[in-house]
């Protein structure tokens, strides 16, 4: 099954389109230099410490959504998990990790 379904794949997907097709794509700019350059540290930080936050926002949606038939346990436990994330966020931003300079 699976070799029938890469080789119709094959067949039936449109053409190469042209040399445009095979070129990397680097919002709309030719791009320069080699690939394998190193960044700053401070991008990788400012990247983590976005996707902490992002991921409490995951977790507190469906706590807020049923607060009210959770009872004070849940409330207690979701100050809690608010209280390590403010922690974690003084001390990213004590290590400069919030500072784009």
């Keep these: 099954m699976p070799a029938l379904a890469l ?3 094959k067949l039936l997907r449109p053409g190469n389109g042209g040399p445009e097709r095979q ?11 080699g690939a394998w350059i190193q960044f700053n540290i401070r991008y990788y930080m400012f990247a983590l410490v976005f996707v902490v936050f992002d991921v ?3 977790f507190l949606y ?4 049923a607060f009210n038939r959770l009872g ?3 409330f207690v436990e979701a100050l809690l998990f ?3 994330l403010v922690v974690a966020l003084v001390y990213a931003w004590r290590k400069g990790a919030l500072e784009w300079s």
């Excluded at 070129?23 to 230099?33: A, H, I, K, N, V």
């Design 7 to 9: 080789t119709a794949s």
């Design 23 to 33: 070129t990397t794509y680097e919002s709309g700019m030719e791009p320069l230099g």
């Design 56 to 58: 409490e926002t995951v």
């Design 62 to 65: 469906p706590w807020a959504v």
């Design 72 to 74: 004070l346990l849940a």
């Design 82 to 84: 608010i209280a390590f």
